[in-house]
């Protein structure tokens, strides 16, 4: 039976608070899992842990999840491990996870979330948690108080935070200058834009989503320098959606516009060519799987998705 942790001079009590602050987790290059729900969620996104305390006489709901891991536990006194993370509720379960190292020279995936300011770490939380689900693994920090290694960030992210790739600049203004040098197509989101996002027309190359402050949106100087400015279509008395929300309909809508615009090809010439399947009797799956060689398992359906919706509606005109 390995002895209890009683003290907060225990060397890994030490490192847990030294994790309270966002300077001493970019300095030790880790970050603070509270609760087996995260932990677990942490476990199966894949990240690495250092090590996992539970309190003594805790229940068990992931110790067979972390031995599998080859993460070590150590068991100290509930009392202790409170006062370690400054909370007057009780706590079962900590673990110190590793952050991704991010370096510069890292290269980008197709598609990159860019934060102009976005506080509220739920907001941040749910930005992250949906753009890793999407399949996007880059999200851009534009000024030094963005954090999103706190635990507030961490459990809205269900974790996702450490599976992405944090990317940092000093300013809205030079992130958006490096991501054009480096070919992405920059997209920014406002409500006065005159451009619905789903006929943005998209050359097919990387694209940059651009996502602003709460209450201010993206910020004048980076909307002049934005490729597409645009704005989600809205209806009724509603004026705009949580920042969140709002993220991911359009990552989602945009990632379907790039698909088709990778094929080189315009809405209106896909409407024809099916218009002209259907006049020959021949809806043209084959033709269909050729073009989508290449594509991944979630742009494949999306593309699928959309002719099979055409389809449909050329079906009601007849």
Same mark, same amino acid.
């Given at each position: 039976?390995?002895?209890?942790?009683?003290?907060?001079?225990?060397?890994?009590?030490?490192?847990?608070? +030294?994790?309270?602050? /966002?300077?001493?987790?970019?300095?030790?290059?880790?970050?603070?899992?509270?609760?087996?729900?995260?932990?677990?969620?942490? @476990?199966?996104?894949?990240?690495?842990?250092?090590?996992?305390?539970? %309190?003594?006489?805790?229940?068990?709901?992931? +110790?067979?999840?972390?031995?599998?891991?080859?993460?070590?536990?150590?068991?100290?006194?509930?009392?202790?491990?409170?006062? #370690?993370?400054?909370?007057?509720?009780?706590?079962?379960?900590?673990?110190? %996870?590793?952050?991704?190292?991010?370096?510069?020279?890292?290269?980008?995936?197709?598609? #990159?979330?860019?934060?102009?300011?976005?506080?509220?770490?739920?907001?941040?939380?749910?930005?992250?948690?949906?753009?890793?689900?999407?399949?996007?693994?880059?999200?851009?920090?534009?000024?030094?108080?963005?954090?999103?290694?706190?635990? /507030?960030?961490?459990?809205?992210?269900?974790?996702?935070?450490?599976?992405?790739?944090?990317?940092?600049?000093?300013?809205?203004?030079?992130? $958006?200058? =490096?991501?054009?040098?480096?070919?992405?197509?920059?997209?920014?989101?406002?409500?006065?834009?005159?451009?619905?996002?789903?006929? &943005?027309?998209?050359?097919? /190359?990387?694209?940059?989503?651009?996502?602003?402050?709460?209450?201010?949106? @993206? %910020? =004048?100087?980076?909307?002049?320098?934005?490729?597409? &400015?645009?704005?989600?279509?809205?209806?009724?008395?509603?004026?705009?959606?949580?920042?969140? $929300?709002?993220?991911?309909?359009?990552?989602?809508?945009?990632? %379907?516009?790039?698909?088709?615009?990778?094929?080189?090809?315009?809405?209106?010439?896909?409407? +024809?060519?099916?218009? =002209?399947?259907?006049?020959?009797?021949? @809806?043209?799956?084959?033709?269909?799987? /050729?073009?989508?060689?290449?594509?991944?398992? +979630?742009?494949?359906?999306?593309?699928?998705?959309?002719?099979?919706?055409?389809?449909?509606?050329?079906?009601? =005109?007849?």
């Amino acid at each position: 039976m390995p002895a209890v942790i009683t003290s907060l001079k225990d060397d890994h009590l030490q490192q847990v608070r +030294a994790l309270a602050s /966002r300077t001493g987790r970019a300095e030790a290059g880790g970050c603070l899992l509270e609760g087996a729900a995260l932990i677990t969620q942490a @476990v199966e996104a894949g990240a690495t842990l250092r090590f996992a305390l539970a %309190a003594e006489g805790a229940s068990d709901p992931v +110790a067979s999840l972390l031995a599998g891991a080859r993460v070590p536990v150590m068991v100290a006194k509930e009392s202790v491990l409170r006062q #370690a993370v400054r909370l007057n509720r009780s706590v079962s379960w900590l673990a110190v %996870a590793e952050l991704a190292a991010t370096d510069d020279d890292q290269p980008y995936g197709d598609f #990159a979330v860019v934060l102009d300011n976005v506080l509220d770490p739920g907001n941040l939380g749910t930005i992250v948690r949906t753009a890793v689900g999407l399949g996007v693994a880059d999200i851009v920090c534009t000024d030094p108080e963005t954090d999103l290694t706190s635990r /507030r960030v961490l459990d809205a992210s269900r974790a996702a935070v450490l599976r992405a790739r944090l990317r940092r600049y000093e300013t809205p203004v030079e992130a $958006v200058r =490096d991501l054009r040098e480096r070919g992405f197509e920059v997209v920014a989101t406002s409500g006065r834009a005159r451009t619905l996002q789903g006929s &943005v027309p998209l050359s097919g /190359r990387p694209v940059a989503l651009v996502v602003g402050n709460e209450t201010d949106g @993206v %910020a =004048d100087e980076v909307l002049d320098l934005a490729d597409h &400015v645009v704005r989600i279509p809205m209806s009724g008395e509603v004026e705009s959606l949580n920042v969140g $929300v709002a993220t991911g309909i359009s990552l989602y809508e945009l990632r %379907a516009r790039m698909a088709l615009a990778s094929l080189g090809v315009t809405v209106a010439e896909l409407t +024809a060519t099916v218009s =002209d399947l259907r006049d020959s009797g021949y @809806v043209g799956e084959d033709a269909v799987e /050729r073009a989508l060689t290449g594509f991944t398992a +979630a742009e494949r359906a999306q593309f699928q998705g959309f002719l099979r919706r055409m389809r449909e509606n050329l079906r009601r =005109d007849e």
